[in-house]
């Protein structure tokens, strides 16, 4: 598999994910013909590929550095500013380009920013990590947060392209990788089983880099996403089953004071969301126990301590997924059949997170 592969996500005007080795260098091709102006906005640990990016198009399209905060520090109004006073220091029209260059925070900055400067100018999504390739950046949604809560001002903002070059995670600490897969092993549970038959065939080829394997399940992982974002684009309905493992796995993130990486959360979510499958609904055991022992063997979380409980539930119940203060849930009636529930007693919530608990 040396070619790349792409994927067109069929949301309003449809985009193309280009998933390969080295896919940096379309990074002309894919902007629209009209672009003199990119603004490349990056983390610190990116300023080597932004320059080169700058190199490359030198004498074609003038490119503008935005280096913002690393991770969650970029997602401040404040960068934002930072980001929109480049542009109007440069005149920067719509007819211009911003480019994401980063993890998942730092393309969910960018989208911002591109969605807001003069009511939208066209955006390329580069993501660096492996959370970014499979989620943050294909789908469209942009945002930063506030002091009262994580992406609570944002827009949807679809990309012109998403560019997935696998040579970009050369370099990210293996934990990190392993920390992306936790989304990659959703997308396996919600809608795609071929992942999670991979990652339990060969879990060390599944998660190096190099691999094929590797590649098939990023790719997997996209379409999944492409797919659901294709029918709900805006978030109203199908695209709910994105959030699988995330209602718990969000106010785990919120009681370790977003220290923890967003994977391990999740994973514990994600155990927690199987053991609530299996007790309201049709979940087989042994579903339960896969999702432990995929989880396990990606040296992912599968507990949390028993008494948080009661901190958790109380986070879970602000979460601005929750409608009215009553939780809503992502559950499995199978592997592959997800479905939404709300209004689970709380002792069935307690139930579940006993087996969660350590
Ligand atoms: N990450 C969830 C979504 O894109 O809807």
Not at 108 to 130: I, K, N
Not at 293 to 320: E, V
Request: proline share 4%; net charge negative; hydrophobic share 45%.
């Amino acid at each position: 598999m040396t070619e790349p592969t792409t994927i067109t996500v069929e949301a309003g005007s449809p985009y193309d994910v280009i998933v390969g080795r080295g896919v940096l260098a379309q990074l002309e091709s894919v902007l629209p013909p009209t672009v003199a102006k990119v603004l490349v906005v990056h983390a610190p640990p990116l300023a080597d590929h932004a320059q080169a990016l700058r190199e490359r198009l030198a004498g074609r399209v003038e490119v503008l550095l935005a280096e913002v905060p690393d991770a969650e520090g970029a997602k401040r109004v404040e960068v934002a500013a930072f980001c929109w006073q480049i542009m109007g220091q440069t005149d920067f029209t719509r007819t211009d380009a911003v480019v994401g260059l980063g993890g998942g925070a730092t393309t969910d900055l960018a989208g911002f920013v591109a969605a807001t400067w003069l009511r939208g100018v066209p955006l390329v999504q580069v993501p660096t990590t492996v959370l970014g390739m499979v989620d943050a950046a294909i789908g469209g949604k942009t945002g930063i947060n506030t002091a009262e809560g994580k992406n609570l001002v944002g827009a949807f903002w679809a990309p012109a392209a998403v560019l997935v070059d696998l040579d970009l995670l050369e370099g990210l600490p293996q934990n990190e990788i392993l920390a992306g897969f936790a989304e990659v092993v959703k997308c396996g549970f919600i809608a795609d089983t071929a992942i999670l038959d991979l990652l339990e065939a060969d879990v060390t080829r599944a998660t190096d880099r190099t691999s094929d394997e590797f590649r098939e399940l990023v790719e997997r992982s996209i379409r999944v996403k492409a797919e659901i974002v294709a029918e709900d684009f805006t978030d109203v309905g199908r695209r709910e089953h994105l959030n699988y493992g995330h209602t718990l796995g969000h106010a785990i993130e919120h009681a370790e004071r977003y220290r923890w990486r967003h994977g391990a959360a999740v994973a514990i979510g994600m155990v927690f969301a199987a053991e609530l499958s299996h007790l309201v609904g049709s979940l087989p055991a042994e579903q339960v126990d896969r999702t432990r022992r995929i989880l396990a063997s990606l040296t992912l979380p599968t507990g949390y301590p028993l008494g948080r409980w009661k901190t958790l539930l109380a986070t879970m119940q602000r979460d601005k997924k929750a409608r009215a203060g009553m939780l809503r849930f992502v559950l499995l009636d199978d592997v592959a059949h997800p479905r939404v529930r709300g209004g689970i007693d709380e002792s069935m919530l307690f139930a579940a997170y006993q087996e969660v608990g350590e």
